[in-house]
């Protein structure tokens, strides 16, 4: 029964650690309640990553709207295409996102 809780605590220790996150939306198991816990709390960049044609949950239309260090999602239309663009389409923005944070 403690699985999830300790999973929670987990997840929100490193997102207070880390310079930014990567949450990968396609199939989001758990990202929408770890998001929803964690980024109201945290201001760390978060930057999505959702398959072309898939939607987001509602909830992240939410926490875009709500906090600005939300990023809109990068939308990769195959994994290969994500593995060669994650630098300059993912990691540059997130950590773009970051700077700009640190600055204000």
Not at 11 to 26: G, K, Q, V
Not at 29 to 42: D, F, G, I, K, M
């Amino acid at each position: 029964m403690l699985e999830p809780y300790r999973t929670g605590i987990a997840f929100s220790t490193l997102a207070n650690m880390a310079r930014f996150i990567i949450a990968d939306l396609t199939d989001p198991s758990s990202v929408p309640h770890e998001l929803a816990t964690v980024v109201p709390r945290t201001v760390v960049p978060v930057q999505a990553i959702l398959l072309k044609g898939q939607r987001e949950y509602a909830m992240f239309v939410d926490l875009k709207t709500r906090y600005h260090w939300v990023s809109q999602p990068y939308q990769y239309s195959s994994k290969d295409l994500l593995i060669a663009q994650l630098s300059e389409c993912v990691i540059s923005p997130a950590e773009a996102k970051a700077k700009e944070l640190m600055r204000k």
